[in-house]
């Protein structure tokens, strides 16, 4: 079966990306955060190309993420994150997965399981600096480390990782981040002050990796950086983007000026041209809200979106290319042939280049090229 739309994934520049942070990380370890499928790109493809090019550590948001690799036979060291309040652990304590905690009752239920199990829990404490989402607040690091520590001592847990996470480390200057990295440097005192004292600690993303050297620490965590997308506006450090996406045209129609296209339509051509019909819609991960920004490569042109963005397609403005069914359009990629980038796609549906990467669709078929 021909696949109606594509993403290809060049392997080569995950390895890229993964080497360039690892070389930033220096004597610290690289974690290759994967999840969300990779970001869109393949956890398992992700995670093996960026383990032989450096990574040391993976990241993943959920149990159920962790578990499909651990079953793919990925024996690396691995954090996971969100687990919801009735999560028991046997599993993951069986695999061999680091828990991140930032709350008394997930520590209980961790020494439970471990009990449970015969095991020894492995955490990180998590504590918030101010982003305000996950982690203990500062009015309760002291309970956290306490009880951290009382089950240290009984042998069911062993406290591995000390972490929290950046709310803008874009800018090296702000004021904000500087108050994280020093409430981190604290809470690192409070703890071992209660007598924890974690191997590793860990704040630095993917922009604080790769600019702020007081963030990184023992272990970088690389997010969209890993996939090629640069971290910090106007910046690059030499990353290439790892995702093209791209479909076939299925049909091109001549038609006169004043002819109104997709729904509404709200959009009327305004000239003779031809239309191209392509099938990738917002269920496959375009944006609708790009609608008369957004464009695609076709033929070594760039041609615009024509009116709304459908479920499954989207008509392209190709006025007088010499375009025909068969012919592939070009959403994004790396944009050295002129294509737009995932960059270019965030800002036209102001959003971020990590919503344009996960968006796109299961239907739209993954092939990989370069290096495993």
Not at 3 to 29: F, S
Not at 36 to 56: C, I, M, Q, W
Not at 59 to 74: H, T
Not at 232 to 248: H, Q, S
Request: with cysteine; net charge negative.
């Amino acid at each position: 079966m021909t696949a109606m739309a594509e993403a290809v994934v060049d392997l080569d520049a995950i390895a890229h990306n993964a080497g360039v942070l690892a070389a930033t990380a220096g004597p610290a370890g690289m974690m290759a955060v994967v999840k969300a499928d990779g970001f869109g790109h393949g956890a398992a493809e992700v995670a093996r190309t960026a383990l032989r090019s450096g990574a040391t550590w993976l990241g993943v948001a959920s149990v159920a993420e962790a578990l499909a690799l651990r079953a793919q036979g990925f024996t690396a060291p691995m954090l996971l994150w969100l687990y919801p309040p009735t999560e028991t652990f046997e599993d993951v304590l069986r695999a061999g997965v680091d828990v991140s905690v930032g709350g008394v009752e997930a520590l209980e239920a961790l020494a439970d399981a471990a009990d449970r199990t015969g095991t020894v829990a492995t955490v990180h404490l998590k504590i918030d600096t101010g982003m305000s989402r996950g982690g203990a607040p500062v009015e309760e690091w002291m309970q956290l480390f306490t009880w951290a520590r009382k089950f240290e001592g009984a042998g069911l847990m062993r406290v591995r990782g000390l972490w929290s996470h950046l709310a803008g480390a874009e800018n090296p200057d702000s004021a904000h981040l500087k108050a994280q990295l020093r409430d981190f440097a604290v809470g690192r005192e409070t703890a071992l002050t209660a007598g924890i004292d974690p191997p590793i600690l860990h704040l630095a993303n993917s922009a604080a990796a790769l600019q702020i050297p007081e963030a990184r620490y023992d272990l970088l965590r690389a997010g969209i950086a890993l996939y090629g997308i640069e971290p910090v506006p106007g910046k690059t450090f030499g990353l290439r983007p790892a995702m093209t996406v791209r479909a076939p045209i299925l049909l091109t129609k001549r038609v006169p000026a004043g002819t109104g296209v997709s729904y509404g339509p709200d959009f009327f051509t305004d000239r003779e041209t031809t239309l191209a019909l392509v099938p990738l819609g917002f269920a496959d991960g375009v944006p609708r809200q790009a609608a008369g920004r957004a464009e695609f490569l076709v033929n070594g042109a760039r041609c615009p979106v024509a009116g709304r963005v459908s479920m499954d397609q989207v008509v392209l403005d190709v006025g007088d290319l010499p375009v025909r069914a068969g012919d592939h359009a070009v959403m994004f990629g790396p944009g050295d042939r002129g294509e737009p980038t995932a960059a270019e796609w965030a800002a036209w549906a102001g959003t971020n280049p990590n919503d344009i990467l996960t968006g796109i669709g299961a239907r739209v078929t993954r092939r990989y090229e370069g290096a495993p």
